[in-house]
């Protein structure tokens, strides 16, 4: 059972949009910035997003982040079949004293 | 480039230890700590800790105390993870990523996994 909640998939048609949400609580995302990373299959996670909304350089701007109290959202636009992966979200959990992530997410491009 | 390699594929026996590498390079090693994660077969990510690279002081999640080491060579800018009297529950991918910035999780860039498969 992860500290983070996340749907265990999503789906959308290619050059659509979709949203990946992130439940967590105050010790966690409530306090503290929340990461997301893609894990594409038989691949390592790489980071897509840092500081709740940021991108790191390379990452395209179809990819974003949001918080909103002890909540946080990936949105993916213009969706790609090279899109598919395991999505995870990540943060701080201050009163665990720990990094926690989310159970993932599995983006299919239908 | 900024990157991280790790160590190849381990498949040992119950009881055994195994040593998990993993070497940086294009970036000043002691400035960014390491975090280690797994990820057990079909199944999410796991944070089992972090070693502070200027001073060798790890932090290890519950869970992952007792049998599980991180620790480092700066001479080669390597860190490693020792886990011993390994159980077949500690088949996994285990990763190395380096924190970018504050307590977590700004994971980047990561190594590229290492399977350890404990099997009699």
């Known amino acids: 059972q992860s500290v983070l909640t996340q749907p265990p998939s999503v789906s959308a048609a290619p050059g659509q949009r979709v949203t990946i949400s992130c439940s967590g609580s105050?010790?966690?995302?409530?306090?503290?910035?929340v990461s997301w990373f893609q894990q594409l299959p038989g691949t390592a996670p790489k980071l897509l997003i840092y500081e709740n909304n940021k991108r790191p350089s390379g990452i395209p701007d179809r990819f974003s982040g949001s918080k909103s109290g002890t909540s946080a959202t990936l949105g993916i636009t213009g969706l790609q079949t090279g899109d598919e992966a395991d999505y995870y979200c990540g943060t701080w959990d201050s009163s665990l004293s720990a990094g926690v992530f989310g159970g993932g997410t599995k983006l299919t491009v239908l | 480039q900024v990157q991280l390699v790790q160590s190849g594929s381990e498949l040992k026996k119950p009881g055994a230890s195994v040593k998990v590498s993993c070497k940086a390079s294009?970036?000043?090693?002691?400035?960014?700590?390491i975090n280690w994660v797994r990820q057990a077969p079909g199944q999410g990510l796991e944070w089992m800790g972090w070693i502070n690279t200027k001073t060798g002081n790890p932090t290890y999640a519950q869970g992952f105390t007792g049998r599980f080491v991180f620790s480092l060579d700066t001479s080669v800018s390597t860190a490693y993870l020792q886990i011993s009297s390994l159980k077949a529950d500690d088949t996994a991918v285990y990763y190395c990523?380096?924190?970018?910035?504050?307590?977590?999780?700004?994971?980047?860039?990561w190594g590229q996994g290492t399977l350890v498969t404990v099997s009699s």
């Open positions: 105050s010790s966690n995302i409530g306090n503290n910035y």
């Open positions: 294009g970036y000043t090693f002691s400035t960014y700590p």
């Open positions: 990523a380096r924190l970018n910035g504050g307590v977590c999780c700004q994971f980047d860039p």
